[in-house]
């Protein structure tokens, strides 16, 4: 490594976030584990005030079936086959629009991030077709995709992009202009300056976009899965909606929930991996 690449390293972690060092950090009162079960405390705590009220009688089963009810419910679709269908169908789903949506997504958004002209050409038609709510795209789509896969992949794909494109437009101009100062002064070349000190600035805007398309991505799926579907979890929450059985309808919101939180697990973690030379992210207890 050069000396002028060797400053540059040393450089980026102290100033990416915004050309300061990182605020002081007073110390810790509890520790990463203690911070993990605190986290959990007031789900916890509402999945025993629900089991209460319901074993009391005070929800009926009608409207609000217990917990225990519903984990029974769990394990009965579960020794059938029928939930880990529809899990891994769903889940599938969404990896491959997350794919597509997110890839076509950080494409445009560099280009629109690094040119005046990709933003005038691009950055309009993306806006207009991001203030469109899914369920008015639904019957266009349903004309061009019928009603397979193909349909509820687009949306997932749609609804993935825009987080992504705008966060990823948003990191590459908020870079810091003294680093992007500091690597001519070095004498770095233009493919210099965006693999590292543009691209790895603007990454925490771009992971911050991921974990708000993996939301997104499961809200646009509830809306694919609700025309036309013969498997998956939107699909087991309309046929038990169907027949009255709150339970299972409880239980697909419980399981999006779930897949939820293992989703944001999974885009911190890529934070602490990627940011780990950030002061922000890499010493953080997350």
């Given at each position: 490594?050069?000396?002028a ?10 100033l ?10 007073g110390p810790?009162?509890?520790g990463?584990?203690a911070?993990l ?16 009220l ?14 225990s ?8 679709l579960a020794?059938?086959g ?26 445009l ?24 709510p899914?369920l008015?795209l ?28 705008i966060?990823t437009?948003?990191g590459?101009?908020?870079v ?7 690597g ?21 805007s ?11 991505a499961?809200?646009?799926l509830?809306?694919?899965?609700t025309?036309?579907?013969q498997?998956?979890?939107g699909?087991l ?37 990627l940011?780990a030379?950030?002061?922000?992210f890499?010493?953080?207890a997350?």
């Amino acid at each position: 490594m050069s000396q002028a690449d060797h400053t540059v390293t040393l450089a980026l972690p102290g100033l990416a976030a915004g050309g300061s060092a990182a605020p002081a950090r007073g110390p810790r009162v509890f520790g990463p584990r203690a911070l993990l079960a605190l986290s959990w405390l007031a789900p916890v705590l509402l999945v025993l005030v629900w089991e209460i009220l319901a074993q009391t009688g005070y929800v009926t089963p009608q409207v609000l079936p217990a917990p225990s009810k519903v984990v029974r419910t769990a394990w009965r679709l579960a020794t059938i086959g029928s939930l880990p269908h529809d899990l891994g169908t769903s889940l599938l789903r969404a990896a491959v629009g997350f794919v597509l949506g997110g890839s076509i997504a950080f494409v445009l958004g560099i280009l629109v991030g690094f040119s005046r002209l990709a933003e005038a050409l691009i950055d309009r038609s993306v806006q207009m077709v991001r203030a469109i709510p899914f369920l008015a795209l639904l019957p266009l789509v349903i004309v061009w995709f019928g009603v397979g896969e193909g349909q509820k992949i687009f949306l997932v794909a749609l609804g993935v992009a825009f987080p992504i494109y705008i966060n990823t437009t948003l990191g590459i101009r908020q870079v810091d202009g003294k680093l992007l100062e500091l690597g001519r002064v070095q004498g770095l070349s233009t493919w210099q300056m965006i693999t590292r000190i543009i691209l790895p600035g603007a990454l925490p805007s771009i992971l911050t976009g991921v974990r708000y398309s993996l939301a997104t991505a499961w809200l646009a799926l509830v809306v694919a899965e609700t025309i036309g579907a013969q498997a998956g979890i939107g699909f087991l929450a309309m046929d038990a909606r169907e027949f009255l059985r709150t339970d299972v309808v409880v239980l697909t919101i419980v399981i999006y929930a779930l897949i939820g939180v293992v989703a944001d697990s999974i885009a911190r973690l890529l934070e602490r991996r990627l940011l780990a030379w950030h002061p922000n992210f890499g010493g953080a207890a997350r």
